[in-house]
């Protein structure tokens, strides 16, 4: 009996020393970010030193396959655009808005080849536009059209993502093209397209960080999130007063020509925002717009897809480095 006794008492103890290693391991937060971008400013700000928890970044091209990476569970927060939320909280995603940040709206344009005649807007209508479907490249299309008296039956919308919208108008199968950063400034740079027209007054200047609701529900995953957030706001203070060591961080980490990365920074400015009332109307009068066009489905209430519970400690961190700067 007694060898058996000790065998037990020992499984036992084994057991437990497992559970105490399991315990103290590290949360993880899984991270996805379009481009890498926001990640970049944590880590050249030094933001991402000496966390309790690790962060896992995995990259994309656009806002789109963050959000369904998010729906599948694959990742724990992912950092997007305004627009693309829409349609997956449309769809019912366990998804929650809990952090915001702005940028220029003038650097999500409307641009031609070099060597188009189009002037304007106007002189669009017949020709063929590139945009991402669902994204800010469709919406400021359709803002621009209707601002313009014309609506997306006087053009052809062509739905492609911004690797293939920038190659299509190289190579003349589209007139027009709605980029982003940082493929607004490529375009100018390297292809020598021209802006002929761009957000101010269309876009909401807002993107967001999204958590999945199986991450917010896990205590200590949640308590991570919000101190990333904290960072990131930091980090975004820091790229604004450091613009040529961001432009070296994101030219480093996503491999692009340091002038595009420099207009990017310059002309982006990118800011924390606090997650509030403010944030959710803009995203509100986004899908009243897009059901007006037909692009959503039905009308949304989007109350439900933010979170604010995070939002005090980012709003603090903000205040507190605009005061530092101020001094």
Not at 63 to 81: I, K
Not at 137 to 157: I, M, Y
Not at 222 to 235: E, N, S, T, Y
Not at 253 to 263: E, F, G, S
Request: proline residues 4%.
């Amino acid at each position: 009996m007694f060898p058996f006794r000790f065998t037990t008492v020992s499984l036992l103890a084994a057991l437990s020393f497992s559970s105490l290693l399991q315990a103290a391991e590290p949360v993880t937060i899984r991270l996805g970010d379009v481009k890498g971008d926001r990640y970049a400013s944590l880590r050249a700000s030094g933001e991402l030193e000496n966390l309790d928890y690790k962060v896992e970044l995995t990259p994309f091209a656009a806002g789109a396959p963050v959000l369904e990476a998010l729906n599948a569970n694959a990742l724990d927060v992912g950092f997007t655009g305004d627009i693309p939320f829409l349609f997956v909280h449309a769809a019912g995603a366990q998804l929650k808005a809990v952090g915001a940040w702005r940028y220029n709206t003038e650097t999500v344009a409307l641009v031609v080849p070099k060597d188009s005649g189009a002037q304007g807007v106007a002189d669009l209508k017949g020709k063929r536009i590139a945009v991402n479907r669902g994204g800010w490249g469709h919406f400021l299309a359709l803002g621009l059209l209707e601002k313009n008296g014309l609506t997306d039956k006087d053009v052809t919308f062509s739905f492609l993502g911004p690797v293939d919208g920038r190659a299509a108008l190289v190579r003349g199968s589209v007139d027009a093209w709605v980029p982003w950063e940082p493929y607004t400034s490529n375009a100018i740079l390297i292809d020598g397209a021209r802006v002929i027209a761009d957000g101010r007054g269309i876009m909401s200047g807002y993107s967001y960080a999204l958590a999945s609701d199986k991450a917010l529900a896990d205590a200590d995953k949640k308590a991570a999130i919000g101190d990333l957030l904290v960072r990131l706001a930091k980090a975004q203070q820091w790229a604004l007063a450091h613009p040529q060591q961001m432009a070296d961080a994101l030219s480093e980490d996503l491999n692009i020509p340091q002038n595009v990365a420099r207009r990017w920074v310059e002309e982006a400015r990118i800011q924390p925002a606090s997650l509030d009332e403010e944030v959710a109307t803009s995203l509100q009068k986004a899908a009243d717009f897009f059901h007006r066009h037909g692009v959503l489905p039905k009308k949304l209430d989007v109350q439900q897809a933010f979170d604010f519970s995070l939002a005090g400690d980012v709003r603090k961190a903000i205040a507190e480095d605009q005061s530092q700067a101020a001094r």
